[in-house]
């Protein structure tokens, strides 16, 4: 069975810093990948997806970026964090003509 | 802008009775629907979808989609307390983006 894997799970940052949050999937091959941020009580942003490795379409012109080095490695990226970045970043995968969207468990980002 | 559009409650409804959840569409070339279910600070878990304008059934849940009105909804049956979280409509919109409601929070009085 499939697995997605988020790491870490809580991060408590300061403006300014970097950031690296990673995602994994194990179980499938070559899944479309993707990159949402929740902010509290609002609904799913998408900030990025990938269909293979190296291509990244970003949906949100921001300070983030996305990079996938591997075909089931997805890693959301910072050089300096915004106040405004907080929030808790899902990564989820999808093979089904549907595409149907798996989530895994999620960073809860607070930059303070 | 393509949208999906709920109500954001909070819906109440009494243990065992029928939870009704809707959700609307701008994007008439959407192909599939989702309806997730995200308990509070948890990530969004996969209930069920559906692409075929009609009913589908899984168990207590039952997805309704009607594409002419671009509407889509969840009815729970024998609701329970364990069924109160924030639902989810998703859709389709083309390619492989998906698009999210902003959710609709239920919760089933014991």
């Known amino acids: 069975s499939q697995t997605i894997h988020q790491w870490p799970a809580t991060l408590v940052q300061p403006v300014g810093s970097p950031l690296s949050l990673e995602c994994t999937v194990e179980g499938t091959s070559n899944p479309n990948l993707y990159w949402y941020r929740q902010a509290a009580g609002r609904g799913l942003q998408l900030l990025f997806y990938s269909v293979g490795i190296g291509q990244i379409s970003s949906e949100v012109p921001q300070n983030l970026s996305a990079s996938r080095p591997q075909d089931r490695q997805f890693i959301l990226s910072s050089k300096k964090l915004l106040l405004s970045d907080s929030g808790f970043y899902l990564c989820a995968w999808s093979s089904g003509r549907n595409n149907e969207q798996f989530f895994g468990p999620g960073t809860r980002l607070t930059v303070l | 802008q393509k949208e999906v559009e709920q109500n954001s409650g909070p819906l109440s409804v009494p243990e065992g009775a029928i939870a009704s959840l809707n959700c609307t569409y701008s994007d008439r070339g959407s192909q599939s629907f989702f309806w997730y279910r995200q308990y509070s600070g948890k990530s969004p878990e996969l209930i069920m979808f559906?692409?075929?304008?009609g009913d589908k059934e899984d168990g207590r849940f039952t997805a309704q989609l009607n594409k002419a009105s671009q509407y889509v909804s969840l009815l729970i049956r024998d609701s329970q307390p364990s069924d109160s979280a924030t639902y989810l409509c998703?859709?389709?919109?083309?390619?492989?983006?998906?698009?999210f409601g902003a959710g609709t929070r239920l919760f089933v009085k014991a």
């Open positions: 998703a859709a389709l919109t083309g390619g492989f983006k998906t698009i």
């Open positions: 559906i692409y075929s304008n």
